[in-house]
Nanobody
Framework: QVQLVESGGGSVQAGGSLQLSCAAS????????MGWFRQAPGKESDFIAR????????YYADSVKDRFTFYKDNAKNTVYLQMNSLKPGDTAVYYC????????????????WGQGTQGTVPS
């Protein structure tokens, strides 16, 4: 099992930036990929991005492509989500997720989840 702790959420004006972090501990040697998801109030969870631990594959949801960047620091067992040009529609609780299996953009493909961090962009 892998434990995940997110940080870095907050409130920022439209057009601003936030950087989220997700520190992993435990059986991280088994990692195949990490993902970011978000859930807005009253809505289902949405996939944002996924990165393989080897770094050879990264992809993003169309809604965040060219605005968000997902990167990692293997030495720190930490992944980051740099969010730029934020919009009110980006307001959500953001979750990082871990999997030791081949996984894509479906939440059920991930085994371990963080507690979530709130990102707010007032309209």
């Amino acid at each position: 099992q892998v434990q995940l702790v997110e940080s870095g959420g907050g409130s920022v004006q439209a057009g601003g930036s936030l950087q989220l972090s997700c520190a992993a501990s435990g059986r991280t040697f088994s990692t195949y990929a990490m993902g970011w998801f978000r859930q807005a109030p009253g809505k289902e969870s949405d996939f944002i991005a996924r990165i393989t631990w080897s770094g050879d594959s990264i992809y993003y949801a169309d809604s965040v492509k060219d605005r968000f960047t997902f990167y990692k620091d293997n030495a720190k067992n930490t992944v980051y989500l740099q969010m730029n040009s934020l919009k009110p529609g980006d307001t959500a609780v953001y979750y990082c997720a871990h999997t030791s299996r081949r996984a894509g953009q479906h939440a059920k493909e991930y085994d371990d989840w963080g507690q979530g961090t709130q990102g707010t962009v007032p309209s």
